[in-house]
């Protein structure tokens, strides 16, 4: 497959996705390739290591799971089976409460929690292609994670199926989990 994919040429499904090396980190959104090199940043995979523990710790005994990248989640349209989908994408950290979603491979279907930690090659996707993807496959809740600002802005899912304004956070806040309550994240253990 290699770096040098030509990402307009054509697009591509599920099949193709399993064909290219495991070394190399690709997302399929409707069919169009994208190269997830270079890897993350120190940081980046700190914030990524201290929300999973905190998420981890929480679902302890619950029926949900939490799940780091890389974990292929596929979004099947109407139209596709999941073994066909034109969609693959790996999010930062993932919550699925419906372990029927789940198989050897990954999540078929939305997950209940994505968080995506932003990077210089990612921004752009992450807040638009991915946000349009999230709010369309009915995401309940979405982290945008902006490392060197020090931010998080949440979007909760609408009764409309939309994606709410967004509710911004910085260091010095606390997060509580819409899909879970009782869970209130202190943003300076996730950004210390």
């Not at 807040?127 to 949440?154: A, C, M, Q």
Request: overall charge negative; glycine content about 4%.
């Amino acid at each position: 497959m290699g770096k040098n994919l030509k990402y307009n040429q054509r697009l591509f499904t599920y099949p193709d996705y399993l064909t290219w090396p495991d070394d190399e980190r690709w997302e399929l959104i409707n069919g169009k390739a994208y190269n997830m090199t270079p890897a993350p940043s120190r940081k980046h995979q700190e914030i990524s290591g201290q929300l999973h523990t905190l998420f981890n710790n929480y679902i302890k005994g619950k029926q949900c799971r939490v799940y780091a990248a890389p974990f292929d989640v596929r979004l099947p349209q109407v139209h596709e089976s999941a073994d066909q989908t034109s969609t693959v994408v790996q999010p930062d950290i993932v919550i699925i409460c419906d372990k029927h979603k789940l198989d050897d491979r990954g999540c078929i279907g939305s997950p209940d929690l994505v968080i995506e930690i932003t990077s210089p090659s990612t921004f752009q996707k992450d807040l638009k292609d991915k946000f349009n993807l999230y709010e369309k496959v009915g995401v309940r809740e979405y982290w945008i994670v902006h490392p060197e600002e020090k931010t998080i802005s949440v979007f909760q899912l609408t009764k409309e199926g939309k994606f709410s304004r967004p509710e911004v956070y910085i260091e010095e806040d606390s997060i509580v989990v819409g899909i879970f309550q009782d869970l209130i994240i202190d943003l300076q253990d996730v950004f210390s």
